[in-house]
């Protein structure tokens, strides 16, 4: 049974689905949750609090689908295709995670800024993960750390550095097709296999 917490978030989400997040109430999203506007704000202090929650658990979720993409049992080259498609599907079909990949956010969206005033300890605990949320290059990184620490033990001898730069490449890659699609529908997996391919021996074999 999911906590007040995820109720009220999954009720956010799915009102953003058909309103602008300036038209979104408070007292709706509370109702949508089956809880009291006390409760909704008790868990995230105001509607900043509430986008900032919702905006990092999008990225959240975009970050478990990349380590699901890593722990398969396949070649690393044929992986970071996978990521690299992982990250085009989110980025089409989440509005939130495109926004957090590619820094445009549109008026319709929630734009969570840093928390600013009061120091991070004197931040309740279950809200101190919802200060802040990850641009683009922190992202991107984030996925490049992640594949570097599976792969790393899996290409000896590779080094680090150019080992890091092709893990990055893959993310990269996958924003490409969001920004600019493939002409023809499914033609990025193809696209993606041979430019990953294509990177460097040592990086790959």
Same mark, same amino acid.
Not at 47 to 63: M, P, S, T
Not at 90 to 111: I, N
């Given at each position: 049974?999911?906590?007040?917490?995820?109720?009220?978030?999954?009720?956010?989400?799915?009102?953003?689905?058909?309103?602008?997040?300036?038209?979104?109430?408070?007292?709706?999203?509370?109702?949508?949750?089956?809880?009291?506007?006390?409760?909704?704000?008790?868990?995230?202090?105001?509607?900043?609090?509430?986008?900032?929650?919702?905006?990092?658990?999008?990225?959240?979720?975009?970050?478990?689908?990349?380590?699901?993409?890593?722990?398969?049992?396949?070649?690393?080259?044929?992986?970071?295709?996978?990521?690299?498609?992982?990250?085009?599907?989110?980025?089409?079909?989440?509005?939130?995670?495109?926004?957090?990949?590619?820094?445009?956010?549109?008026?319709?969206?929630?734009?969570?800024?840093?928390?600013?005033?009061?120091?991070?300890?004197?931040?309740?605990?279950?809200?101190?993960?919802?200060?802040?949320?990850?641009?683009?290059?922190?992202?991107?990184?984030?996925?490049?750390?992640?594949?570097?620490?599976?792969?790393?033990?899996?290409?000896?001898?590779?080094?680090? !550095?150019?080992?890091?730069?092709?893990?990055?490449?893959?993310?990269?890659?996958?924003?490409?097709?969001?920004?600019?699609?493939?002409?023809?529908?499914?033609?990025?997996?193809?696209?993606?296999?041979?430019?990953?391919?294509?990177?460097? !021996?040592?990086?790959?074999?």
């Amino acid at each position: 049974m999911p906590t007040a917490r995820e109720s009220l978030l999954d009720a956010a989400l799915s009102a953003l689905a058909g309103l602008p997040w300036p038209a979104v109430r408070m007292v709706d999203v509370a109702a949508v949750a089956g809880v009291s506007r006390q409760t909704l704000y008790n868990e995230f202090g105001s509607k900043e609090g509430l986008a900032r929650a919702l905006v990092r658990r999008e990225a959240d979720v975009y970050l478990r689908g990349v380590d699901r993409a890593l722990a398969l049992r396949s070649a690393p080259a044929e992986r970071l295709v996978d990521v690299a498609e992982w990250t085009l599907g989110a980025a089409r079909s989440s509005a939130l995670v495109r926004a957090l990949l590619t820094g445009a956010w549109s008026a319709r969206l929630p734009a969570p800024s840093v928390r600013t005033g009061a120091p991070v300890s004197a931040v309740p605990a279950q809200r101190r993960a919802d200060a802040g949320v990850p641009g683009p290059a922190e992202l991107v990184a984030a996925v490049r750390d992640r594949a570097l620490a599976v792969l790393e033990h899996e290409v000896p001898g590779a080094d680090p !550095v150019e080992l890091g730069r092709y893990c990055e490449t893959a993310v990269r890659l996958g924003l490409s097709f969001v920004v600019a699609p493939a002409a023809r529908a499914g033609g990025h997996t193809g696209q993606l296999r041979a430019m990953l391919a294509g990177l460097p !021996v040592r990086a790959t074999r």
